[in-house]
């Protein structure tokens, strides 16, 4: 089957760039992931507390018109203020997903090479005999934790992935109060794991940081932040020793940590294969090469904050400014 645009990944970005194909009238739109779950949210987050009030998630959904009714159950269910677990909007997305799913064709699978040639893309999914065709192909295939590896054998930590540390109830049971925990990073994710690890009352936790407090707070959002204005700015914060990340200190403070997580950003995940035309990956109007385009965390746009930092802009309000800015240019193309 040959279609004229095909989307790539079921997370958040995918789901809102089929959103976009039909506000716009496109029909015969091919979808695929692996499992059409909501991408990570519905996979690790759910119990993660959002950066979002739920206005925010009113707006963004409002901005579609197909995704309009779904902005209603949350506008009666929770203050506008309110910020709530990402499960929240996890139900949403998904019951979205079902509603979109029967406007377009769906296919469960992982693409594992896109070849373009003669003016269309192939499309090759794994264990999958058939190719289809396409047009235009959007990528909104994702990214995961970066892990480091500062352990060596001189250190006897263990490393608590982040997708399992960042879910509060799940974190309680890799940690107790005799661990010391360290917690690698500076960001929005560290924080949150500065506040579960105070409140899971662990015995000592070392946060080795690249940026002052200062500067934290500042990037911080929602509960997070009020969390480091009111604990971690504070003098009483015994419990954590906040140290930057030189070499120096990794000597020092790891060989004492029972338990390492690192929380120092998302890389994109290993696209597919991609054949037939030159790609640029960095492309701040997400064209990533002839008739192929990328959305998302995978790609996200940057600017700078307040102290001059370089911040990737991941979230779904993010997303849809972005499809907003750039997918007239990419229909046009
Ligand atoms: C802890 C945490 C909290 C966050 N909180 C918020 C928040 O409160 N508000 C907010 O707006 N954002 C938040 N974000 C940021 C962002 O919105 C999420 O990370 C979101 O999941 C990104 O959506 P995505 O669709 O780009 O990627 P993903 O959710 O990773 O989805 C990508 C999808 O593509 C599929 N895929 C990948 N490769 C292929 C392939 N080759 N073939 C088929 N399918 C493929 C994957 O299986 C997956 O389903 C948070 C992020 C994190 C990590």
Not at 64 to 80: I, M, N, P, V
Not at 172 to 194: F, P, R
Not at 309 to 323: A, D, E, M, P
């Amino acid at each position: 089957m040959k279609y004229p645009w095909v989307v790539i990944g079921g997370g958040p970005a995918g789901i809102l760039s089929v959103a976009k194909l039909l506000d716009t009238g496109i029909t015969g739109i091919l979808w695929i992931d692996e499992k059409f779950n909501v991408g990570r949210i519905g996979e690790y987050y759910k119990n993660v507390p959002s950066n979002d009030t739920v206005k925010d998630w009113i707006d963004m959904l409002n901005s579609y018109q197909c995704l309009r009714t779904f902005s209603e159950s949350l506008g009666g269910k929770y203050g506008l203020e309110t910020s709530q677990p990402l499960g929240v909007i996890y139900h949403i997305f998904a019951n979205i997903t079902e509603y979109l799913q029967k406007q377009v064709k769906f296919q469960k699978g992982y693409v594992k090479e896109l070849k373009y040639e003669r003016n269309q893309w192939y499309i090759n999914i794994k264990n999958q005999h058939r190719i289809d065709k396409g047009d235009k192909i959007i990528l909104a295939t994702g990214s995961h934790p970066i892990e480091l590896n500062y352990q060596t054998q001189l250190y006897n930590s263990q490393t608590i992935p982040l997708d399992l540390a960042i879910d509060e109830r799940k974190l309680s049971d890799y940690v107790d109060t005799s661990d010391t925990v360290a917690v690698i990073g500076s960001g929005q994710s560290a924080v949150l794991l500065l506040k579960y690890l105070t409140d899971l009352k662990v015995g000592h936790i070392i946060n080795l940081h690249k940026i002052t407090l200062e500067e934290t707070v500042n990037s911080l959002k929602a509960l997070t932040k009020k969390w480091a204005l009111s604990f971690l700015a504070s003098k009483n914060k015994n419990s954590i020793l906040r140290v930057s990340n030189s070499s120096v200190n990794r000597e020092k403070w790891l060989p004492q940590c029972t338990k390492i997580i690192y929380a120092v950003g998302f890389e994109r995940n290993p696209l597919p294969k991609i054949r037939g035309t030159p790609i640029d990956l960095e492309a701040n109007d997400g064209i990533l090469g002839q008739n192929l385009f990328g959305v998302g965390i995978a790609f996200p746009a940057t600017e700078k904050d307040r102290d001059g930092h370089i911040i990737k802009l991941v979230g779904f309000t993010s997303f849809t400014r972005f499809l907003q800015e750039h997918f007239e240019t990419w229909l046009q193309i």
